[in-house]
Every structure is written in structure tokens, then in C-alpha cells.
């Protein structure tokens, strides 16, 4: 099969690159409300290639922000129902100046279409929608039941589709959900997600004295929050990298010795990493992990920025009346956001001065996501990816959050597939972002192949 | 000659008031580039007054910035020559609303005036020639030499006055310095500031990585230089308020018992202070030391502002590349910003964890300063103040810096009287900003008082 797909995408390859052509330059920048009518248009867009595809109910959700798009393919009884997400949406462009060639006229160079959007997520959208249209069109049926939701708000928080899910669940109902937004680890290193951290994003205000004072007349008398703030901040972890939370630790489930041992088997070297990636003089964080560990196994605690008194340029005298920190930290399965929440609040409070009064506001939950290599959704895609890329794909971890991921996790009681094609150097949100298309067509192939693997039932495995 | 100079004064009052009034509604806001005009109107009206009142070598200088304006009376040979100094720019007037009346449109509500600048500094600028004014216009002469240099650039750093004294000291020379830009310790106890604190204003810059990360990629690898600045910001004072840097209070030089037992008999209350105007839960600072000792006569560093990372609304998970923290200290008599300065960039780097690199960068340094009260220049002052307003004047000191007295004492090499007749209400740089006419009329009296003061040889006293 992998063959035969890969056969068929080859023979459709000329239409593949020129939509994603037509597709990379509808300018569907989310976050800027000038390009509202290229959002809509990116909507119109894919919902039209979901008709072209022979895709059913297809319908633009008109939302609080930008619309989702819904389509589905239901004819398949006795197969299981998958669930395709995938963003339309794309971060700003600039720095313009930075592009070699303009971000929204995508521009073959060497094997990779270059242009905002790419590979986040504009790319790995048409590879699902395009697996669906060069089956239909070949077969006239798909291997399994289908639905796509496609959302135009990824870059700017989700909001709409969150709403929909938790409100729309029957709607979406399905048996595994599968989310193309990852990258390899590697060049021509399949890879497949199981695990992302999850999330408490809080804002710590701190506040002294009732109004902004002269640090020349009150120097020396009033409290200054950005000092009550450093000493909360280095309260909250040990120079050594430990967070200083009690409790903090408790829940954290380690990975799976297999996992552990695999991670040593992928191509990295915490001195390229150091040298290549981080640039930095040292790396940081706990000792006794590796860099793998520390980033995808272990939560963390970072300071963001901290808002509040004089920032602009030269020198004013001011005790501000108030500071805040953005703080955040990543949890890893087993930790409960709400647990970690209260335990941060109860810390900050703790290390206060006592001439400050101080305040945690929480911005964002998210609780982390792990799957089971072994898990029968997983292993198809693994087949999948084997077949097409001819290599055993790996299994990594993702340090980062995907609130679609753990969302439908929640609310479908279903497990996630990420089954992503983008490459480490594609440069999301950055200049010259790209995609490479070799990944592109393949990935076409892969979901091809991964609706076949999950048509087979498990006795015939 | 108290009793001579107020009726003088009380003759011309309606003038005095209508030329402030005239002065006031110049909107001579310099820090907004839009009000440039408006600034020159300014220094175009004060070199008008200026030949009004008789004054010569009226001259408006020209400088990178605002003008300074020039004008001097010569002709009182074997007189001590005074060099009076006052500014006639403005803060901005937001937030407009919350003025009860327009802020460039003068009103008189019961005792005061009120508009932007009426204490800070256009009443003390007039105050002072119209000092010489009057007697120019009873008396053909004045007691004493005097010198005028005004500026439009206080509220934006004062840095063409500062080249212009560096530069020109010979048009400069004087015997004594007269500022007026302070304010009495409370309403009806006139007041002389004889010591200012010094700065070392800073800005502290750590670098972590080479550009910034995803923290939920990199979070528990790369280095945090919001972590690493609370780390050293927590390292440079002690929970207790003293500052900890080594050396830092080694040349600290204490206020005679004299002057400290006269503090301790002023109306000032610390709980009040903490109530009423600091409005926090405590107070700060060393202990073993009163709140007028810490904020007068110790030295002490606050930290004014974070540059960096994310401050916008909502959560964004980056690990900034740097992050910067505007960090200030004030001196105290005897101790010397350069030898500061050195102390403070060694502790720094002792405290920057070993991931980051830290650089500091010098915004202003100035010399604390402190006058004898016995100094001949402050009796004449305090025996001109106590006449006008029948009360024994206090000697006080201001925990702030005025970069012009400073100034003028190192380059010119004279004693600066600091004699202004704002009052601690008048709301400077904030709306409904106002000045008392009472302390305008009784400011002109003293200054002409001061002068015939001046005039007596010490002999004679």
C-alpha cells in the first residue's frame, strides 16, 4: 500500500504543489485585525478543496474570532471515525526585510516551498486534506470514517475552538483524534509526539505603596516591589535548578525506562546543543537529567518578562506602586495543574516581604499529555510512517504545550496522534519559514496509509 | 527691610499675578517634540520680562535642546555677584481629566493658583525676577551683582545646562548660587534644603541564550535572565534594607548630632507618613535609623524598571535572550559615584550566575551635597526668611538629587542656596498642580531680602 500511495500522490503531484501554491498566499494572518478578510478567505478556501474532495457537511462555524471549518466523510461502518485537526492560520511576517523572497508568494528553492505558513500549519493541513481528495478520487470511498476541523486561530490562543469542543462534543465524536502540527526530530527521521508538557501560566503582582513615589524622597522608606519580586522569583528555584515549591515534585510520573533508553538513541549532543541552538555560555536546569529529560520529562518554572515601572530609555527615579512577573511552568503527566496552582499561590505567598501585598492571577491550565507507544492508534501511524519513509520512525516528546491535544484528550476521551512532517530548521513564526516538500508529499502518503492501517482490525495485525 | 520689601511687593501684587498668569498659560512642555514652539515662546517671554525689569547681556542661547536664557546686572561693585537659577519648562499635563481646570489655563481657587508648573518651577523662576524687577523699578539698583541662568530642559535631564556650565564657567562666576525649586518642610514653616542626595544610576543587562527561546522547548535547559537578575537584585540588599555591596557605606559621612537632633523636632510623624502618603503595608529600609535618616542622610538602591521579555496582556512562553533591570543607588555626603559605581559593577558580576554574561551601564552619576548651616550664603538666606515670614526657618535635606547644584558647586566652586517656597501639597508632575500666591508674594520679599542680606558686610552682621 505504502507504494500505491506514494504511486498516487506522485502522479497527482503537480496539482499538489500548485495548491498549496494558492493556498500559501491567502495572507491568513490571525492576530492582525487588517487581514480579517484573508482569514475568511482561507476558510473559504479549504473549505471548497473540502467539496472538491467529496468531504460532506461541509461548513464555515462562524465563531466569537475567526471561523472553523467542519467537514466529514462517514461512510465506512464497522471502521473507526478520525478525527483531522490542523490550523489555516499563520503568524505576521515580519521582519519583511528578512525574507529572501516575499512571505506570501511561495517560492520553490532547492527541495522546500518557502513562505509564512509553510510548515505551521498551512502545509501539513493539505497533506490531510489531500490524502482524503486523491483517495476519494481514486477509490470513490475513504478506509475509514473522517471528519476535519480546522481552525483559523492557532496563533492567537484558540479560543473558538476550545469553546466548540467543550460545547460540541457529540458533533465531533470519534475514536482517535490526529493533530499535524510537529516536526521530526530530525531530517528523514520520522517521528511521532506522545508527549507534550502541560501548562500553568500565571501573572504575580506585587504591590508597596498606594501610588508611584520619587526613589529620591521615599528611597530608603517605601517598598519597592521589583526587590520583593526578585526575592519571590529566587524563592521559587534553588540556584541549582530545583524548584523550590513544596510539593512540586510529587505527582511527576517518570517515563518509562524503554522511553528513557530510546531518548539516548536519537542523534543528540547536548554540546551541539549547547553550541548550535541555545548559544548560550551554559546550559541550565536540574543536574542528574539530561538536557531530554529536563525539557520533556521534567517540569519547569520560567520568568517570561515583568511589566510595571519605567522601562523606556534613560534614567527615571521611580518607586512603582506595583510589579508584576509572567510566570509559568510545565507540567508533566500525573502533575494536576489545579494542585501545582495552588501550590505556586500558597509559595508566593510565603516569600512576600511583609510590607507587600501580593496576587496570583492564572492565565492559562493545561494539564500534560502522554500516550502509550504501545497504544493500537500509535502503532498504526508508526507502520505508516515505516512504510513510507522506509526507517522505523522515533518516539520523542515535545516540551511544549498543544492545548488542541490535551483538549480533545479531555472533552473526546480519545487519544491524539501527532503525526507531524515539519523539520527542526523550518523556522516557525520566523523569516523564510519553509516546508519541505519531499515531507509534504510523503505525509500525503502517510495519512493515506494510517486511515488503511486503522481499517484493518486488530485480529488481522 | 522685611516690612519695605513686602510693601513693595504687596504695591505691584496685581501685576505679579497677571505676569504669572501670562507665564502659566505658555504650554512649554519639553519633553513633547509638538510643544517645541511653545518653549521657545516661553524663553522668548522670560528674556522680555528680563529686559523689563532692567537686567543687561540679555541673551537666549541656543543649544542642542530647549534654549537657555541669559541675563545678568552687574553694578553693584564690592557686592557679591549671585548666580540665580530656576526653569521655565514644564511636565506634560496627562492625565487631562482629572484636572479640575485646564491645565494651561491659570486659575486662582481660594489661596492658590493652579496650573501645570505653577510650583514646578514657573512661580520660583518669576519669584526671583521679580525680585529684581521691583527693585529695579523703586530703587534704580540692586544690592548685590546677579546673574540669571534659566533653563527649558529640567524635566527632560538638564543636559544643555550641564554642557553650558562645563563649558562657560567664566560667564558663570558668582560668589553664591540661588535655586529655587524646593518646597517648605510644611505650610508656614519656611524652609532651606542644605544637602541633596547623590545617584549612580544604572541599567544591568544579563544575557542567556543568543536569541530567545520557547519555553516549552527549552524551559529546564536554557538560562532565564529574569531568574538570573532576581538572583543578583535579591544579592544586592539584604531582607533587612541594608545594601550589600562591599564598601558600599565606608565613606558614608553621618549629619552633625546638631543637625540630627533639629530633625527630631520637626512635624513629622512616621506613622502618618506611612498612612498618608507611602499607603503601604510597612515601611522599609535600615533599621536603627529614622525615616528621615534613611531617606536624607543614608545611602540606599532601588531598582525602577525590567526591561525585556513579555509584558504585553496574556501569556506568550518565551525565554527572553536578555533581560534588563534599571537599578539606582543614592550617596550621601563623602561618598564618591565613581568608587560606587566600581563597587557595584564587581558585585554584580560576583552575582551573575555562571550561564549569563552581565554588563553594566552607567545612566548618571552625581556627588551628594551638603552646606554648613553656619555658611554665611545660608544665614543670609535663613535671616531673610525668617523676617518675611516672622518664623525661624528649618534647615532641612532632600533625599533627591537637583543635578544643577551639584553642578554649580563643582564647576563653579561656590555654595548653592536652595531656597524655594513650593509647599509638599502642590501635586508637582501630577494633575491640579498648584502654587500658594501667599509663598509667591512672600518668595519675592525673601529673595530681595536675601540679597540686601548679601549686600551688608559680614562685619557689620
Redo the contacts between chains.
Keep these: 500500500m505504502s507504494s500505491q500511495a506514494l504511486a498516487l500522490v506522485e502522479k497527482e503531484k503537480a496539482a499538489c504543489l500548485e495548491d498549496l501554491k494558492a493556498f500559501l498566499r491567502i495572507p491568513s494572518v490571525s492576530t492582525l485585525p487588517e487581514h480579517r478578510v484573508d482569514v475568511e478567505r482561507a476558510a473559504d478556501w479549504v473549505a471548497e478543496q473540502l467539496r472538491a474532495a467529496g468531504m460532506e457537511h461541509i461548513e464555515k462555524i462562524a465563531t466569537a474570532g475567526h471561523p472553523l471549518v467542519y467537514a466529514d466523510w462517514l461512510h465506512a461502518p464497522g471502521a473507526p471515525t478520525v478525527l483531522c485537526y490542523a490550523h489555516y492560520d499563520v503568524q505576521p511576517p515580519d521582519p519583511l526585510d528578512e525574507w529572501q523572497t516575499p512571505p506570501f508568494e511561495p517560492t520553490v528553492r532547492g527541495e522546500n516551498i518557502y513562505a509564512r505558513g509553510a510548515a505551521d500549519d498551512k502545509g501539513q493541513l493539505l497533506l490531510q486534506l489531500k490524502a482524503a481528495q486523491l483517495l476519494m478520487k481514486s477509490t470513490g470511498k475513504l478506509p475509514v470514517n473522517v471528519r476535519f476541523i480546522f481552525e483559523g486561530e492557532e496563533e492567537v ?1 484558540g479560543e473558538a475552538i476550545d469553546d466548540f469542543v467543550r460545547r460540541h462534543a457529540e458533533r465531533l465524536q470519534c475514536d482517535v483524534g490526529l493533530v499535524s502540527d510537529t516536526a521530526f526530530f530530525a531530517p528523514e527521521l520520522p517521528s511521532l509526539d506522545i508527549g507534550l ?1 502541560g ?1 500553568v ?1 500565571t501573572e504575580v503582582e506585587v ?5 508611584d ?12 516591589p ?2 520583593a ?6 524563592g521559587l ?1 534553588r ?1 541549582d ?1 530545583v524548584v523550590d515549591i513544596p510539593g512540586f515534585y510529587d505527582d511527576v510520573q517518570a517515563p518509562a525506562p524503554e522511553e528513557k533508553q530510546s531518548w539516548e538513541r536519537l542523534p543528540f549532543s547536548e554540546q551541539d ?1 549547547l553550541k548550535n ?10 543536574s542528574g537529567y539530561s ?1 531530554l529529560e ?2 520533556w520529562a ?1 517540569p ?12 523606556g530609555a ?7 506602586a506595583r ?1 508584576s ?2 510566570i ?1 511552568m ?1 507540567l508533566v503527566p500525573n502533575q494536576d495543574p489545579g494542585k501545582i496552582r495552588d501550590a505556586f499561590e500558597r509559595r508566593v505567598k510565603e516569600l512576600t ?5 501580593s496576587q496570583v492571577k492564572v ?2 491550565l493545561a494539564e500534560a499529555v502522554v500516550l502509550d507507544p504501545r497504544n493500537r492508534f500509535v502503532q498504526a501511524a508508526a507502520r505508516a510512517l515505516s512504510a513510507v519513509f522506509d526507517k522505523e520512525p522515533v518516539f520523542v516528546r ?4 498543544i492545548p488542541i491535544v490535551a483538549l480533545m484528550g479531555k472533552q473526546l476521551h480519545v487519544p491524539v496522534v501527532m503525526m507531524g512532517f515539519g523539520l527542526p530548521d523550518d523556522g516557525l513564526h520566523a523569516p523564510n519559514e519553509k516546508f519541505s516538500l519531499p515531507n509534504y508529499y510523503r505525509g500525503i502518503a502517510s495519512v493515506m496509509r494510517f486511515w488503511e492501517n486503522l481499517a484493518i482490525p486488530e485480529r488481522n495485525l
Excluded at 541552538?277 to 536540574?286: F, I, M, N, R, S
Excluded at 520560567?302 to 519605567?310: C, K, T
Excluded at 516581604?353 to 501585598?357: E, G, Q, V
Design positions: 490562543g508538557r501548562m501560566y504591590r508597596g505603596a498606594a501610588s513615589l520619587h526613589s529620591g524622597l521615599y528611597g530608603g522608606a517605601a517598598p519597592n521589583f526587590e519580586l526578585a526575592r519571590i522569583i529566587a528555584k540556584a535548578g546543543y541552538e541555545v548559544k548560550a555560555a551554559a546550559l541550565t536546569g536540574e538536557v529536563r525539557t521534567r519547569t518554572l520560567e520568568v517570561h518578562g515583568m511589566p510595571g515601572g519605567f522601562t534613560g534614567a527615571k527615579t521611580v518607586i512603582p510589579a512577573a509572567k509559568s510545565r516581604p511583609p510590607a507587600f501585598s492565565l492559562s515535545s516540551g511544549g504545550s
